[in-house]
């Protein structure tokens, strides 16, 4: 089993950035998939970047490509957002979530139901 907690979120003025944080502990018996994903009230849930572990690569969604950054810290088990260029679209609860994936697999954002681990989210507030 694996917790996800995440942290970093915050008000932040249009035109500023906020890194996000999400710690992985527990059970991890294969390199993670680690998915960003946000909600805003009476929206859909939207997948905004992921990143595989094992290997780095990166995938971003087009609402978010050239602004936000999915990122590793390899000596931890921990991944970052960096948004830049922030607007009020990007307010929302911001989640990330994982799944242990060998490599081969498909590691992407696009298939939230993919993932099986949730952290409990932190909200970013553009004003």
């Known amino acids: 089993h694996v917790q996800l907690v995440e942290s970093g979120g915050g008000s932040v003025r249009a035109g500023g950035s906020l890194r996000l944080s999400c710690e992985a502990s527990g059970i991890i018996r294969a390199p993670l998939c680690v998915g960003w994903f946000r909600q805003a009230p009476g929206r859909e849930r939207e997948g905004v970047g992921s990143?595989?572990?094992?290997?780095?690569?990166?995938k971003y969604d087009d609402s978010v490509k050239g602004r936000f950054a999915v990122s590793q810290d390899l000596t931890k088990n921990t991944v970052f957002l960096q948004m830049n260029s922030l607007n009020s679209e990007d307010t929302a609860m911001y989640y990330c979530?994982?799944?242990?994936?060998?490599?081969?697999?498909?590691?992407?954002?696009?298939?939230?139901?993919?993932?099986?681990?949730w952290g409990q989210g932190t909200q970013v507030t553009v004003s």
């Open positions: 990143i595989y572990r094992g290997s780095g690569v990166t």
């Open positions: 979530a994982a799944v242990a994936m060998r490599s081969g697999g498909y590691c992407s954002y696009v298939s939230p139901s993919l993932f099986l681990y």
